[in-house]
């Protein structure tokens, strides 16, 4: 489903602003519920890859008074904003029954007399009844264990007791979707074809089967044109129904209608005693304790729920009915419910949670009875279509159902589910969540749990994250997955769903061996396929995979520790921990004294994680090395290409930085003390692609470092005398540190613009650390500032002071700001730099780390560890997040909002693109604290060209593999210049020194010379100088791209000084008219590189 469209969302805010009344807040102040609710009112949410968007408070107000009213204003716009768009999203949802529905109702009809004039069969045997199908060539769907060819009971078949529609086509809650829907028609079969202990052991469901079969042998022999299959309702391999698929073309096809017809045997709940089916009950016994009393066996609470809930299709259409009465926004929180359940990916399918729109209606419909304190209701029937579903949100967020269940007309509190939440309805006998298994609804609270975070922010509208993004993705939920094969464990079991019971055992298995390690294991089962209702005929849907996918929440502080600990030695748990530990249980003594059992991983191993280890160790020790060997582990691989850690591989160079500052500051000779040494370098902030000093001998690209003095009225008032001063001070420092052993030099740059800065000190120490020390003085940026005002200074003067100014700002200001947020939170979230990292070498990998500085590359990963819950604790979701985040980013019309900013931020951005509207000087905007504007890293990149392609390529990225990822195609530029090896930016070896200094490391002079040295760039940098306005490069340091500007290869009239090599048209009548002359801007190109080209490669004439 599409979001609103702009046009839409800024006539809602322009509504919003102008409105002169305060927005009254819904809901009923004399009940208590309703009053939390109210209080809240009706406000968003949204979750991890949205666009931050609305209106912020500010960040500074002068009073508490005055940031209470600010949030007051902010918090009544974002609940009107939100309250439009979720009117807008039901309007978009609903179903208009008359126009669509007519075909389907039609053939609805049609199959209820073809129904209806099946003939009546009694006790046919099993030998009977498999005879008459494989006659008519009809498949029964027997579940496991068909019944024997010795079996007593018979197989009977009459009309109907009753046939109607139910399912949230008969409440009116389909929703508009683009798979379709179905509508479900439930037969109820007469109790007669029944007797009183066919509950027992699978003959219900064999006599069920049976039924179905002869309702399909019947539609399959009509005239109706259906394709006709079998599938397990909801998954439930004991519950097999019929699926009918319009046949396209036909007269009686329902195409149009965007819908399937579920047929589905049931009965009255009279059929069987529910008391003999309670959850404690049994009612599969073996073959030799048939006569046995089922208390004395264990109980098979699913197989019994199975049964049960066959029986309460129109009771709950009935509950439903009287919900939807007596609350006006029932069906429309029902709606909402059901959008946000399926972008999560739940649904009522045992494979998919168990919880769908079905058990979220009857939840609510329960819970509008009951389920609060003192037998209150929870839900009010006053409340608002939002306020029920975020009321719905609270309760599954805050109440574990597991530990604390929900009973309803229950005499006995001593209900008990087994291995997952109970919300049990007495009057049916009924647990209405026998579905989800107990890793299916932690997943489900903590969705709700995030998405109720994100609907209470007073201040940022998350609609689209709540109700229109897609979130059901594996790779961006999870911070690790394993693919476990199963397919040889099924055989082993001979219960009710094998299936189950396996990934049951693999979940307490896994559970016991992570520990705290995770925070959450999901397991995704696979899906089970339609199978033909004809002997041997084809599937309607391919087989499915064989493997359990375990998804998992990692603690990061935990997940990487060597050793687990267990119980002291002697201890009455030690047994137990050495069985299921095997050989990896060892009694170790600690440097407390203490003698601990304990289990101890590698951590050397870079390719693979030690929960992977855990997992895959688990797999063989209890279902072999066939199926542990198969294990599949997605998430190292994304790890594994940035060296396999975080902020810790950077030690080496925070060290050697820590050392200079120390040298720095006890420099003595200086004319004025040193007040602040600050990082402004990649590489100090555990940000840079390739890691500093990982190799013995390499020489580090040098860290930019700025030094700021106290202040002093010495300092001159004239940028240019500054910038001398500033030489002076270097020069000073390099004759001091040159004294203390340390190899300095001094380097010019800006040579053409006096007012930027004019010098920097390049520092290498002996371990091969190198910094590039530039001084930062205040009064630079008022001398600037101040000529900015003087409206004599115009043309390219200003247009220099103003690019002064911005790097000045970027340089000392803003850069070292930056540099200690990434460093802090580098150390707040271990997984946010190799996150980074991998961001970059993707970006370098598309050639595109030129346009995309690593300032902005930082920025866009930060936002999705700070602005999603829970951030992220893999490499493997801190990258495919952040990709998701820019595939989804309008960054045309929206800032990228990171932290807390003021509302004046907002008002700057749509003041930037009201100035700028072919958006030629800023992009993309990222605002943080820092920086409110948000422009401070953008304004030299990406250009709106680039940015489109960068959120192309991570949509394509998004859902591909790892390896794919990273390959880049050059068939989209026009021409590609291939660069000598040589002169590329490998890592400087040594090779041999003759200074002192040098000689333990092996850092020769020669490499000295080439410290910063980057030959591609600086050759990128000149080509982009003279040729910047003709062509658009790319380049990932061994390449060069090139796309010839549009603008510049149409032609144009003759006229002086076009800026650009020219030839007259050579096709066409006006010969007046000039082209750009390609071939020779590329031998101007060829003969510029001169030897460090390989070649240029032509791609597009």
């Not at 049951?504 to 016991?512: A, I, P, V």
């Not at 810790?648 to 040298?663: D, H, N, R, S």
């Not at 790097?807 to 200001?813: G, N, Q």
Request: aromatic fraction near 8%; glycine fraction near 6%.
């Amino acid at each position: 489903m599409a979001p609103a469209t702009k046009k839409r969302r800024t006539e809602i805010e322009k509504e919003d602003e102008e409105a002169e009344a305060k927005a009254t807040i819904g809901g009923l102040s004399s009940e208590e519920e309703a009053e939390a609710i109210s209080k809240e009112d009706d406000v968003g949410g949204r979750t991890f890859e949205a666009k931050s968007k609305k209106r912020k408070t500010p960040q500074h107000p002068s009073s508490e008074q005055e940031k209470a009213q600010a949030v007051s204003e902010s918090y009544e716009s974002k609940s009107s904003v939100f309250r439009m768009e979720t009117e807008e999203l039901l309007s978009e949802l609903r179903v208009d029954y008359r126009k669509r529905m007519a075909p389907v109702e039609k053939m609805l009809h049609r199959l209820k007399n073809i129904i209806d004039e099946i003939p009546r069969k009694t006790d046919a045997t099993i030998d009977e009844v498999e005879g008459e199908m494989r006659e008519r060539k009809i498949h029964i769907p027997f579940p496991e264990p068909r019944p024997g060819a010795d079996i007593k009971y018979k197989f009977s078949y009459e009309k109907p007791a009753y046939m109607n529609i139910a399912g949230s086509y008969a409440l009116k809650t389909v929703a508009k979707q683009h798979e379709g829907f179905a509508i479900d028609l439930i037969l109820q079969m007469p109790p007669t074809i029944f007797q009183g202990k066919d509950y027992l052991n699978h003959r219900y469901f064999h006599k069920r089967a049976y039924y179905l079969a002869t309702i399909a042998r019947a539609v399959q022999d009509s005239e109706l044109d259906l394709q006709l299959s079998y599938a397990d309702l909801h998954d439930d391999p004991l519950r097999p129904i019929i699926v009918a698929a319009p046949s396209s073309g036909s007269e009686t096809d329902f195409t149009a209608s965007k819908c399937l017809i579920r047929i589905i045997p049931a009965v009255s709940k009279n059929t069987f005693s529910v008391s003999k089916l309670c959850p404690d009950r049994n009612a599969v016994r073996p073959l030799s304790e048939r006569d046995t009393a089922s208390c004395s066996l264990p109980p098979t609470p699913r197989y019994n729920s199975s049964i049960l809930a066959d029986t309460t299709y129109f009771e709950h259409l009935a509950q439903l009915h009287e919900a939807s009465s007596e609350a006006k926004a029932f069906k429309d929180a029902c709606l909402l419910g059901r959008t946000w359940l399926k972008q999560r990916g739940f649904s009522s399918n045992i494979n998919q949670g168990g919880f769908g729109h079905a058990e979220w209606s009857i939840l609510m419909s329960l819970l509008l009875k009951g389920g609060g304190s003192k037998g209150s209701s929870v839900l009010v029937k006053g409340y608002s279509n939002y306020q029920m579903f975020k009321a719905m949100l609270q309760f599954l967020a805050t109440r574990d159902l597991i530990t604390n269940p929900l009973l309803f007309d229950v005499e006995s509190e001593s209900v008990r589910w087994p291995n997952g939440p109970n919300v049990f309805d007495g009057k049916i006998g009924l647990n209405i969540l026998f579905k989800m298994t107990e890793w299916g609804y932690r997943l489900l609270k903590h969705e709700a749990e995030i998405t109720l975070k994100l609907l209470s922010d007073p201040v940022i509208d998350h609609f689209e994250e709540v109700f229109l993004y897609k979130l059901d993705d594996p790779c961006l939920k999870f911070d690790a997955l394993a693919y476990i094969p199963i397919s040889e464990c099924l055989n082993k079991d001979n219960g009710p769903n094998p299936l189950l019971s396996f990934s049951q055992k693999l979940y307490d298995m896994l559970s016991t061996g992570l520990t705290d390690r995770a925070k959450l294991i999901h397991l995704t089962l696979p899906f089970t396929s339609a199978q033909s209702i004809r002997v041997g005929g084809i599937n309607l849907s391919p087989a499915p995979t064989r493997q359990i996918i375990a998804g998992l929440l990692l603690d990061a502080a935990q997940c990487n520790r060597a050793v687990d600990h267990g119980p002291p030695a002697g201890h009455k748990d030690g047994a137990s921990y050495r069985v299921f530990w095997g050989d990896k249980a060892e009694l170790r003594r600690f440097k407390d004294g203490s003698i601990l059992e304990s289990v101890v991983w590698g951590t050397k191993d870079l390719k693979q994680s030690i929960p992977n280890q855990i997992i895959q160790y688990l797999v063989i020790k209890n279902f072999g090395d066939e199926i542990g060997s198969c294990v599949k582990f997605i998430g190292d691989e994304y790890a594994s290409a940035v060296g396999g850690g975080g902020a810790g591989l950077f030690q080496p160079t925070m060290a050697a930085f820590e050392k200079l500052v120390e040298e720095l500051r006890n420099l003595e000779g200086l004319p004025l003390a040193i007040r602040q040494v600050s990082p402004a370098a990649p590489a100090l902030r555990y940000s840079s692609v390739e890691v500093p000093l990982f190799s013995s001998g390499q020489l580090m690209q040098p860290a930019d470092v700025v030094v700021q003095f106290e202040s002093s009225g010495r300092w001159p008032d004239d940028l240019i005398a500054i910038q001398k001063t500033k030489i002076a001070f270097l020069l000073k420092m390099s004759e001091l540190l040159e004294k203390a052993g340390v190899v300095t030099r001094i380097g010019l740059e800006n040579i053409d613009y006096p007012a930027m800065n004019s010098a920097f000190l390049e520092v290498v120490c002996c371990e091969g650390s190198a910094f590039r020390i530039r001084i930062y003085h205040d009064r630079e940026q008022t001398l600037l500032e101040r000529q900015l005002l003087n409206k004599d200074i115009l043309g390219k003067k200003r247009d220099e002071i103003t690019a002064a100014l911005s790097e000045h700002r970027r340089r000392f200001i803003i850069g070292p700001l930056h540099a200690q947020e990434v460093q802090k939170l580098s150390h707040r979230f271990p997984a946010l730099s190799p996150s980074i990292r991998l961001l970059k070498k993707w970006f370098q990998a598309h050639l595109l780390s030129r346009e995309i500085s690593e300032e902005l590359a930082e920025l866009m990963t930060i936002r999705t560890f700070v602005a999603t819950s829970p951030p992220p604790n893999s490499v493997m979701s801190g990258f495919l997040r952040t990709l998701h985040f820019i595939s989804l980013w309008d960054w045309r019309a929206e800032p990228a909002i990171i932290g807390t900013v003021a509302k004046s931020t907002l008002e700057t951005f749509d003041a930037i693109r009201r100035s700028d509207p072919a958006m030629n000087r800023h992009v993309m905007v990222i605002p943080t604290e820092y920086d409110p504007t948000g422009t401070t890293f953008t304004e030299f990149g990406p250009r709106k060209v680039v940015a489109a392609r960068v959120t192309a390529l991570a949509r394509s990225a998004v859902g591909a593999s790892f390896k794919n990822m990273f390959i880049s195609s050059t068939k989209d530029y026009d021409f590609v210049i291939h660069i000598d090896p040589k002169y590329t930016l490998p890592g400087i070896r040594s090779k041999g020194s003759k200074f002192k200094n040098l000689q333990k490391t092996g850092i020769a002079p020669q490499d000295i010379a080439k410290l910063g040295l980057n030959i591609p760039e600086t050759f990128v940098n000149e080509l982009n100088g003279i040729y910047g306005d003709t062509i658009i490069f790319f380049t990932d340091g061994n390449i060069i791209a090139g796309l010839w500007n549009p603008s510049s290869v149409s032609g144009r009239r003759w006229k002086v000084n076009i800026p650009y090599s020219t030839i007259p048209q050579t096709r066409g009548s006006d010969e007046n008219v000039l082209v750009l002359n390609k071939k020779s801007i590329l031998n101007e190109i060829s003969r510029l590189g001169g030897e460090i080209l390989a070649k240029i490669e032509i791609i597009k004439q």
